[in-house]
Nanobody, 128 residues
Framework: LQLVESGGGLVQPGGSLRLSCAAS????????IGWFRQAPGKDREGVSC????????MYAGSVKGRFTISRDNAKNAVYLQMNRVEPEDTAVYYC??????????????????????WGQGTQVTVSS
């Protein structure tokens, strides 16, 4: 499985951005996905995650109500809709995937060690 993020860029505070995580080499239907970010000088942190089936999601407190994770299995992709962005959202954003057990409906949370596949990241800069 290979993951490629896109959609990053420069956005003004209060604006919106949609990040995409495109998968190849495997059917993303069977994978739970997480979005992580790493700001300059800080550790990488979990932002949001979604289960492989059932549509269960989880959000970090700092983005809850502003960001929305979704998946389109027909397109083999996962998205992160970012609304009302703040300068503190500036970071490199990564998507990650883990093969979920059959019938497993829960997310894998924000423990990086749970995820086996990572993209290269896409830069998001929030600035006026």
């Amino acid at each position: 499985l290979q993951l490629v993020e896109s959609g990053g860029g420069l956005v003004q505070p209060g604006g919106s951005l949609r990040l995409s995580c495109a998968a190849s080499g495997a059917n993303l239907d069977y994978y739970a996905i997480g979005w992580f970010r790493q700001a300059p000088g800080k550790d990488r942190e979990g932002v949001s995650c979604i289960s492989s089936i059932g549509g269960n999601t989880m959000y970090a407190g700092s983005v809850k109500g502003r960001f929305t994770i979704s998946r389109d299995n027909a397109k083999n992709a996962v998205y992160l809709q970012m609304n009302r962005v703040e300068p503190e959202d500036t970071a490199v954003y990564y998507c990650a995937a883990v093969l979920a057990p059959t019938g497993y409906r829960r997310t894998f949370g924000f423990d990086e060690a749970e995820y086996d596949y990572w993209g290269q990241g896409t830069q998001v800069t929030v600035s006026s």
